[in-house]
């Protein structure tokens, strides 16, 4: 059973950038629904970016669109999360998950994702 793993979260000023990468432990991520999550203290985790990496197809919630890209390298066996002009809202822990099926991979929901990778940090602060 393919286990993602998320890496590179870290702490940036208002208006930078990182990149978050999430590795398929154990498989791969071909053809597949992967999706990009957060979740900030005291608030319910949130679904933002989907890609179905067999077409490249991307999905993104209005609070993130024009400024995340989700992007996937079937070679690195990595789907990415570009995150440009970060502000302090979108402070939060980042996960990634798979979709059991490639149906309505664009409705990004949590109880239609599963194994969940134990996520990584994006700290932005003013």
């Known amino acids: 059973q393919v286990q993602p793993v998320e890496s590179g979260g870290g702490s940036v000023q208002s208006g930078g950038s990182l990149k978050l990468s999430c590795s398929a432990s154990?498989?791969?991520?071909?053809?597949?629904?992967i999706g990009w999550f957060r979740q900030a203290p005291g608030k319910e985790r949130e679904g933002i970016a989907s890609?179905?990496?067999?077409?490249?197809?991307?999905w993104y919630t209005s609070s993130v669109q024009g400024r995340f890209t989700i992007s996937h390298d079937n070679a690195e066996n990595s789907v990415y999360l570009q995150m440009d002009s970060l502000n302090p809202e979108d402070t939060a822990m980042y996960y990634c998950a798979t979709r059991p099926t490639l149906l309505r991979c664009g409705l990004i929901g949590v109880p239609d994702f599963q194994n969940w990778g134990l996520g990584t940090q994006v700290t932005v602060s003013s």
């Open positions: 890609i179905w990496t067999g077409h490249g197809n991307t």
């Open positions: 154990g498989g791969n991520f071909r053809n597949k629904c």
